[in-house]
């Protein structure tokens, strides 16, 4: 079964600081990969999600930006942080064979922003 | 578009009481549909699926959910809860053509000891 690993595990950011969050997977190759936020009592949305290397889809409009530039890393970013962007960020990943697969989780980032 | 529904926000139960979280879905043939849970600050783990067969689902930590097609519903059930599965549980279903899962608002439980 896959691994996510996800680092940092907490941060504090001041508004206007970049971001940069980075996923790796372990014990696949070619997973589909995905970056969840959940606000503080919220459910889960969708951020982004990635089928292949270079291959993004965006689900939100908003102020961050995601990257895949190796099969096993993907990493979330943004040029200048709002305070709306504290959170929690959860990578996540699935096998790329098949459909309706489940995902596998990471630990989360917590991200402030102040 | 496949969705859930977690009618409920917050439920407490007594340590060692049964416990059922409801889910229900909307789609038109038969879903796959999944249960994760969340403990507080980590991230969401796989508790069952069901893809098709038999209807009662076995999981782990004890729990088990029941699909009910002519209800609409794939509800989570534990005998006898435990103070440590006081966590968020999410029913979730696939999306965007299997590629993409939808998750429900989640459901926060409390166990009273």
């Known amino acids: 079964s896959q691994t996510i690993h996800q680092w940092p595990a907490t941060l504090v950011q001041p508004v206007g600081s970049p971001l940069s969050l980075e996923c790796t997977v372990e014990?696949?190759?070619?997973?589909?990969l995905y970056w969840y936020r959940q606000a503080a009592g919220r459910g889960l949305q969708l951020l982004f999600y990635?089928?292949?290397?270079?291959?993004i889809s965006s689900e939100v409009p908003q102020n961050l930006s995601a990257s895949r530039p190796q099969d096993r890393q993907f990493i979330l970013s943004s040029k200048k942080l709002l305070l709306s962007d504290s959170g929690f960020y959860l990578c996540?990943?699935?096998?790329?064979?098949?459909?309706?697969?489940?995902?596998?989780f990471g630990p989360g980032t917590r991200l402030t922003v102040l | 578009a496949q969705s859930v529904t977690q009618p409920d926000i917050h439920i407490t139960v007594s340590e060692g009481a049964s416990l059922e979280l409801r889910c229900n879905y909307s789609?038109?043939?038969?879903?796959?549909l999944f249960w994760y849970v969340q403990s507080p600050g980590q991230g969401l783990q796989l508790l069952l699926k069901?893809?098709?067969?038999?209807?009662l689902v076995q999981g782990i930590k004890g729990f088990e959910a029941e699909f009910k097609r002519s209800q609409s519903s794939f509800n989570l059930r534990k005998p006898s809860v435990h103070w440590s599965d006081a966590a968020e549980y999410f029913c979730?279903?696939?999306?965007?053509?299997?590629?993409?899962?939808?998750f429900g608002t989640g459901t926060q439980l409390k166990v009273e000891l």
């Open positions: 996540a990943g699935s096998p790329r064979t098949g459909v309706n697969n489940e995902q596998f």
């Open positions: 014990g696949t190759s070619n997973p589909n």
């Open positions: 990635s089928v292949g290397i270079g291959q």
């Open positions: 789609y038109g043939a038969t879903p796959y």
């Open positions: 069901y893809f098709s067969g038999d209807t």
């Open positions: 979730a279903v696939p999306t965007g053509g299997g590629n993409k899962l939808t």
